[in-house]
């Protein structure tokens, strides 16, 4: 669960709080009623106020919602506001929303039940037709080196001489990780693999490909995951690395093996991500195909199971949340 002090880290990113912003001010119109989940303090509930809003919702579980009635009223608009500290699936509302606010990502869109929670939302509390801020994300992956973080705070400590971790390694090489990639850490640019729509979304599932023919030698160590924003109204932000938006970073896929590749090489991915009960379960292939051969070999075929099966109770649990557990 976010601190305070996350929530302050994440308004820190004025490229990120600039774009909100902007779009908040150009979709909402006086008069109309906004949802905002995942509110927070409701920093964002105060700007739909200020652009017009007869009344906003602000909905988290976090108990940092709390200070969000005395942070309406410092900004003179504490009888627009009402905060709810409840999960979004059991909020009840006296009308349904004309424009709903939801930023519940983190390096990708695929937050934990993030789908299921925008599906829900937008089906019961947002009117037919109502403006989703931010309306689409567009995810892009790209080959790259291991980015210098995680070799510094993954893998020296399995390298240690005192306490042989090979179990440890084997889940935390099948585990996405949240770090700042670089650009200079890219072996190739990035391909857009799919587009998560929030109007149309059905599905707590996605999966994309992408290929490359690579223009120089070098070793790939796993893949970078980030995306583009669409907040609607013609309002865009990238996550893409070395972008000013700070708040997300980007996601580190790592291959078990670092992977050798030469110019001219053909290198394709396949990824996807599941929800699996309060979890995502990531997937993903590699192949490589030599210029000088046409024989593609698998260099890569992971998931990132273990992570959720740590204590395996809660594999149990999740598929028995899904209805089909013994």
């Known amino acids: 669960?976010?601190?305070?002090?996350?929530?302050?880290?994440?308004?820190?990113?004025?490229?990120?709080?600039?774009?909100?912003?902007?779009?908040?001010?150009a979709q909402v119109r006086p008069g109309q009623r906004v949802l905002e989940v995942g509110a927070g303090f409701g920093f964002f509930s105060v700007l739909?106020?200020?652009?017009?809003?007869?009344?906003?919702?602000a909905v988290?579980?976090?108990p940092v919602i709390h200070l969000g009635p005395k942070v309406a009223a410092a900004n003179g608009c504490a009888d627009r506001i009402t905060f709810h500290h409840v999960d979004v699936r059991e909020l009840q509302l006296d009308a349904p929303a004309d424009v709903l606010i939801m930023d519940i990502r983190g390096p990708t869109p695929f937050g934990p039940r993030a789908m299921q929670i925008h599906v829900h939302t937008r089906e019961r509390l947002l009117k037919p037709g109502g403006a989703i801020i931010g309306a689409r994300d567009t995810v892009y992956v790209a080959p790259t080196r291991i980015p210098e973080i995680a070799r510094r705070e993954v893998y020296?400590?399995?390298?240690?001489?005192?306490?042989?971790?090979?179990?440890?390694?084997?889940?935390?090489?099948?585990?996405?990780?949240?770090?700042?990639?670089a650009p200079g850490d890219l072996v190739a640019?990035?391909?857009?693999?799919?587009?998560?729509?929030?109007?149309?979304?059905?599905?707590?599932?996605?999966?994309?490909?992408?290929?490359?023919?690579?223009?120089?030698d070098g070793t790939i160590g796993g893949l970078a995951v980030w995306f583009d924003a669409d907040l609607g109204g013609n309002i865009r932000f990238s996550t893409r690395p070395g972008s000013p938006i700070t708040a997300y970073?980007?996601?580190?896929?790592?291959?078990?093996?670092?992977?050798?590749?030469?110019y001219g090489d053909r290198f394709r991915v396949e990824l996807g991500v599941v929800e699996l009960g309060d979890a995502n379960v990531w997937h993903w292939r590699a192949?490589?195909?030599?210029?000088?051969?046409?024989?593609?070999?698998?260099?890569?075929?992971?998931?990132?199971?273990?992570?959720?099966?740590?204590?395996?109770?809660?594999?149990?649990?999740?598929?028995?949340?899904?209805?089909?557990?013994?």
Not at 5 to 16: C, P, V
Not at 164 to 172: F, K, N, P, S, Y
Request: net charge negative.
């Open 1 to 25: 669960m976010y601190s305070l002090t996350d929530y302050l880290w994440m308004i820190s990113d004025r490229a990120r709080v600039s774009a909100y912003a902007e779009a908040i001010a």
């Open 249 to 262: 970073r980007q996601l580190f896929v790592p291959f078990r093996s670092p992977v050798a590749v030469r």
């Open 287 to 326: 192949t490589l195909t030599s210029k000088d051969s046409a024989d593609e070999r698998e260099v890569a075929n992971q998931n990132s199971v273990a992570e959720i099966v740590i204590d395996p109770a809660r594999l149990e649990a999740s598929f028995n949340s899904r209805g089909v557990g013994g």
């Open 48 to 57: 739909a106020a200020r652009a017009g809003a007869a009344h906003v919702d």
């Open 60 to 62: 988290d579980t976090n």
């Open 189 to 216: 640019d990035g391909v857009a693999c799919g587009t998560v729509d929030y109007s149309t979304v059905v599905e707590s599932r996605f999966t994309g490909q992408a290929e490359w023919t690579l223009a120089a």
């Open 156 to 181: 020296a400590p399995l390298d240690q001489p005192w306490v042989a971790l090979d179990v440890v390694e084997r889940v935390v090489l099948d585990t996405p990780m949240r770090y700042t990639v």
